[in-house]
């Protein structure tokens, strides 16, 4: 069992950075996949994720090149670094983890294969 506890959301306006973190514990987190979704009207969608040794990553094309997913095993945290804002980033950001990914160097995309999430942050952007 993994345990997750994010914070760092806020109220920012249009343009502006946030960075989100996401500390685990629980002896498989470092060994876990770990994604960063937001709610989006009925699901959960995948805005960042990273591979458990932290050389892979993935963003959908709605984020690419402002989002940046980035971990530190040691410390047990992974963050998400938001910069150039929108009102549409505005949701609640979970962070999720999936401690059997396929390979060391796997992104998990599915948030039906993440067993593990944390309680959620609220960004809102204003515009």
């Known amino acids: 069992q993994v345990q997750l506890v994010e914070s760092g959301g806020g109220l920012v306006q249009t343009g502006d950075s946030l960075t989100l973190s996401c500390v685990g514990s629980?002896?498989?987190?470092?060994?876990?996949?770990v994604g960063w979704f937001r709610q989006e009207q009925y699901e959960r969608n995948l805005v960042a994720g990273i591979?458990?040794?932290?050389?892979?990553?993935w963003y959908p094309e709605s984020v690419e090149g402002r989002f940046t997913v980035s971990r530190d095993n040691a410390k047990n945290t992974v963050w998400l670094r938001m910069n150039n804002l929108k009102p549409q980033d505005t949701a609640v950001y979970y962070c999720a983890a999936d401690p059997q990914p396929l390979t060391p160097y796997a992104v998990t995309f599915n948030a039906e294969d993440y067993p593990n999430w944390g309680q959620g942050t609220q960004v809102t952007v204003s515009s």
């Open positions: 591979s458990w040794e932290g050389s892979n990553t």
């Open positions: 629980g002896r498989s987190f470092s060994g876990s996949a």
